[in-house]
Nanobody
Framework: QVQLVESGGGSVQAGGSLRLSCIASGLIASGYCMAWFRQAPGKEREGVAAIHSFGTTSYADSVKGRFTISQDKAKNTLYLQMNSLKPEDTAQYYC???????????????????RGQGTQVTVSS
């Protein structure tokens, strides 16, 4: 059973930074994909960033250059470093994961089999 637990959300002013963490259990050491997606009230889910266990990453155009996805395999933890935050980044952020075969693409990541409960990020202007 795969379990994902997010943390690190909060409220910041525009231009600030936050780092989200997602502790994963139940994934095999190699051969998986993990991602962050977000959903704001009244809006569709949006893929933010994804990573394959081999290291390949992808990002939504809206966050390129500002967000960085990374993983610490020793700690079974996925991170999302968010810099230069904007009010439009306000949303509930979710961690998601799937086993191979998988693709670290934005569209595919929205359908990963496993997801956490989410953590709220609020950016004020």
């Amino acid at each position: 059973q795969v379990q994902l637990v997010e943390s690190g959300g909060g409220s910041v002013q525009a231009g600030g930074s936050l780092r989200l963490s997602c502790i994963a259990s139940g994934l095999i050491a190699s051969g998986y994909c993990m991602a962050w997606f977000r959903q704001a009230p009244g809006k569709e889910r949006e893929g933010v960033a994804a990573i394959h266990s081999f290291g390949t990453t992808s990002y939504a155009d809206s966050v390129k250059g500002r967000f960085t996805i990374s993983q610490d395999k020793a700690k079974n933890t996925l991170y999302l470093q968010m810099n230069s935050l904007k009010p439009e980044d306000t949303a509930q952020y979710y961690c998601a994961a799937d086993r191979e075969p998988c693709s670290p693409s934005m569209d595919y990541s929205l359908y990963y089999k496993y997801r956490g409960q989410g953590t709220q990020v609020t950016v004020s202007s």
